[in-house]
């Protein structure tokens, strides 16, 4: 019984995950491809660009949400500017959806 519940739970989170092309990406283009789609040393375009880092290395650390420098920059607890640089912090909401895809493992799904 309580090996069926696993079960069900683990297939259950895939169900759900959040999906990058339709909820991650559109985050960036509203809020960052503004500077960061071909400047400012990262560019969050695309998916692999996102993976590729900039900068300042690799930005997002796959099933580590918190520890991610994105994450970090988008609630401005990391060294610098927080992000988005000169507009409104995006709202909690969104960055938990942001640090929750990470920590599903960052999946181009």
């Given at each position: 019984?309580?090996?069926?519940?696993?079960?069900?739970?683990?297939?259950?989170?895939?169900?759900?995950?959040?999906?990058?092309?339709?909820?991650?990406?559109?985050?960036?283009?509203?809020n960052c491809i503004g500077c960061h789609g071909s400047s400012g040393g990262l560019s969050l375009s695309s998916?692999?660009?996102?993976?590729?880092g900039g900068n300042s290395g690799a930005v997002v650390t796959p099933g580590d949400g918190s520890g991610s420098l994105l994450v970090k920059k988008l609630r401005g607890t990391a060294l610098g500017s927080q992000m988005p640089k000169n507009q409104d912090p995006l709202d909690d909401t969104t960055i938990n959806l942001i640090e929750t895809w990470i920590n599903e493992g960052a999946l181009d799904n």
């Open positions: 019984m309580i090996r069926n519940i696993y079960i069900l739970l683990v297939l259950s989170s895939y169900l759900i995950a959040v999906d990058y092309e339709t909820e991650i990406q559109p985050i960036f283009n509203a998916y692999n660009s996102l993976m590729t």
